[in-house]
């Protein structure tokens, strides 16, 4: 008989780091089986619906996450419940587990809730309303994962039970490709110029601002770079604007999100990630494989470097305009083939996470 898993996430976006992690794990799946069903708060896009109830899967969708909202989430949720036959619940949402988890505890025998970061939020009275919404979780839920040592400590304490389960990618996807590298470049007009790269929704924990400011410094030093933004989100438009008024606006390359990531991380020569805070950095991963050296702000756990490429240095800016400078030649697809076979390729990890559901 088909073991199915409800998966709990706010949305399925290619700009939601934890949905991408997700959907990694449930493309490997022997769908016949094991498989995932969805709840979400957002109506996925009309090909990821369709993709995933080819698979058989199920999608159901709760009310949006807002205060105002909140009896119509709890009603929502006991009406959904009453019928359901799941026998694991899997929740990557931690500041709603109290609802989902809480309320499933007399129906849902095996709840596990999953640490994707190490910081509650980037607004302060975000953090202070998701402390409060998490201090039960561990009553909540009876199975503890998370993607890394750092991301367990900070949701479940130091002497934790958790499970690590690494952010693994579909290695092949992202390893180097000469020929989309010069076909983008050309496309992009930089064909010869150090193409700095960033991949992230355009949010304050993301550090955007703090990325113009030294590629400034950069270019002041050497007119011959570029930077490329791929992502979307709030401050896209407050970015945009920052970079006209520091006469960047020809060199700042603003992408918006793109389904085809990969092919641009061909095209780069070096990655950034001057995130003030990460659970892991999956995107470092996937930069990684395809044999970017990538720069990382030192509160980024330093499991995230696999090939010894990831330099990791405090947020300042004199010390990232260096390195910039430096440049960091190498062999990309011998760099990239070092990822394959790690704890972060998907094809090692997805055997881990279907043998601990059947364990449970």
Request: proline share 2%; net charge positive.
């Amino acid at each position: 008989m088909k073991e199915r898993i409800l998966h709990v996430l706010d949305k399925i976006s290619i700009e939601s780091g934890v949905s991408s992690v997700v959907m990694n794990y449930y493309a490997k799946l022997d769908h016949d089986s094991i498989t995932f069903d969805f709840m979400l708060n957002e109506e996925p896009d009309e090909k990821t619906a369709a993709y995933i109830k080819s698979n058989g899967s199920n999608i159901y969708i709760m009310p949006a996450l807002k205060a105002a909202n909140t009896f119509k989430y709890i009603k929502a949720l006991k009406q959904f419940y009453k019928n359901c036959e799941y026998k694991i619940i899997h929740g990557h949402v931690a500041n709603s587990a109290i609802f989902y988890l809480g309320l499933a505890r007399k129906k849902i025998p095996i709840r596990i809730i999953h640490s994707h970061s190490t910081k509650s939020a980037d607004i302060w009275w975000k953090r202070i309303r998701n402390w409060l919404l998490t201090r039960s979780i561990k009553h909540t839920a009876n199975r503890y994962m998370a993607c890394s040592d750092e991301a367990a400590k900070f949701l479940f304490g130091k002497n934790n039970k958790a499970v690590i389960l690494h952010n693994a990618i579909n290695i092949e996807k992202f390893l180097f490709d000469l020929e989309k590298r010069e076909n983008i470049r050309r496309e992009l007009a930089i064909e010869d110029k150090l193409v700095i790269g960033h991949v992230g929704r355009f949010t304050p924990l993301k550090n955007h601002g703090f990325l113009l400011d030294i590629f400034h410094e950069v270019q002041k030093k050497n007119r011959e770079t570029a930077l490329l933004l791929i992502g979307g989100g709030e401050l896209y438009g407050a970015i945009e604007k920052k970079a006209k008024n520091l006469g960047l606006d020809g060199e700042v390359l603003f992408l918006g999100a793109k389904e085809n990531v990969a092919d641009y991380m061909s095209a780069m020569d070096i990655f950034v990630l001057p995130s003030h805070f990460e659970g892991l950095g999956l995107v470092g991963v996937e930069a990684q494989a395809a044999g970017l050296p990538v720069l990382a702000a030192e509160n980024v756990p330093r499991s995230m470097d696999i090939t010894g490429e990831t330099t990791f240095i405090p947020l300042d800016s004199a010390l990232w305009t260096n390195e910039l400078l430096k440049g960091n030649p190498h062999d990309r697809i011998s760099s990239g083939f070092q990822v394959k076979g790690s704890r972060f390729d998907i094809n090692t990890q997805v055997e881990k996470l279907c043998d601990f559901y059947k364990g449970l």
